[in-house]
């Protein structure tokens, strides 16, 4: 019998941390992070990472574990986290995976075996380019909707980084993503899933205050840092929500006031997709956040069958 895990999920601000926190030190849990930016070092207060009050509450995971110059791959995380999980629960405590990247969940729930082509990063440059410059975006997804319509379907054309290894696994192979080899393998663990939910109004107001704390924080300048230590303004994770508007700005290509105009639009679009995604997810308990049993509803589905 596999063991079980338990996976608080839902979207940015949605106040997973505190809830967290409470089942970790209530249950014994150590939490694995499911944020796919939280893994870069010096990416601290954008990606909201674990405070030092918080990380003494409760042992953290997969925090740090990767710098922001390097390409970490679902693949890598996956095979972190499994052995992550395991080496907690040969300790004999729990893991509880907390963070709201749905991809990182389903490729754990879901693990896929690919036969993949290898990586082309020249055609993926060229990909990005046009990508990045005004309509790329839908030319890249009509691109992909000519030798690929299913892959197209599936995909949204604001998912750049899959619609260009679609369209990277085509030019490398000759042959559509969707055709290729796909075997679904059985997962290691069994993931007994809860996601975060609220009114629309009240989680975009949470995220206008959350944005604010960050600047106040000292988000401009952590980006700044980055960019004079090295990192380029190209790297994956200086794509992330949070750098990737703030870049401009420490650049001095635009005010300040453009740049957190932009990064809560896209804060608040990043929460919305998060939300479609989840819903898209067998298997997972919903529960309003803002609701005062919020937590035993949480601790009740989670410990169910459980000897009390």
């Known amino acids: 019998m596999k063991e079980t ?11 997973k941390t505190a809830l967290s926190l409470r089942l970790a030190r209530t249950h014994d ?8 930016m939280q ?3 010096g990416m601290d207060i954008g990606t909201a990472k674990p405070t030092a009050d918080e990380c003494a509450q409760a042992v953290h995971h997969m925090v740090d574990v990767a710098d922001p110059t390097e390409d970490f791959s679902v693949a890598r995380y996956q095979e972190m986290v499994e052995s992550c999980i395991a080496d907690i ?15 990182y969940l389903r490729a754990l ?11 082309d990063e020249s055609i993926r440059q060229e990909l990005q380019r046009i990508a990045d410059a005004p309509g790329g975006k839908e030319q890249l997804h009509q691109q992909l909707e000519a030798v690929d319509p299913d892959t197209a379907q599936r995909l949204h054309l604001n998912d750049v980084r899959r619609v260009i290894r679609a369209l990277e696994v085509y030019r490398l192979t000759g042959r559509p993503f969707s055709q290729q080899p796909q075997i679904k393998t059985d997962s290691r663990f069994s993931y007994r899933v809860a996601s975060l939910t609220m009114p629309r109004d009240i989680l975009y107001a949470r995220i206008e205050q959350r944005v604010d704390k960050m600047l106040a924080d000292g988000l401009a300048e952590e980006v700044s840092r980055l960019l004079k230590s090295g990192v380029p303004r190209d790297a994956k994770a200086m794509k992330a929500i949070g750098y990737k508007e703030m870049i401009p700005y420490a650049l001095g290509e635009t005010t300040l006031d453009e740049a957190v105009y932009a990064l809560k639009l896209n804060t608040r679009h990043y929460a919305k997709r998060q939300l479609t995604w989840m819903r898209r997810e067998e298997d997972v308990l919903w529960v309003d956040a803002l609701e005062p049993d919020a937590y035993d509803k949480l601790e009740a589905y989670y410990t169910q069958g459980e000897a009390k």
């Open 109 to 119: 729930r879901q693990p896929m075996a690919m036969g993949e082509a290898a990586a």
């Open 39 to 41: 893994i870069y070092r």
């Open 5 to 15: 895990c338990w996976v608080l999920t839902g979207p940015t601000a949605s106040g």
């Open 29 to 36: 849990c150590e939490i694995v992070c499911m944020e796919s």
């Open 89 to 103: 629960q040969a300790r004999g405590h729990r893991a509880l995976l907390v963070g709201g990247t749905g991809l």
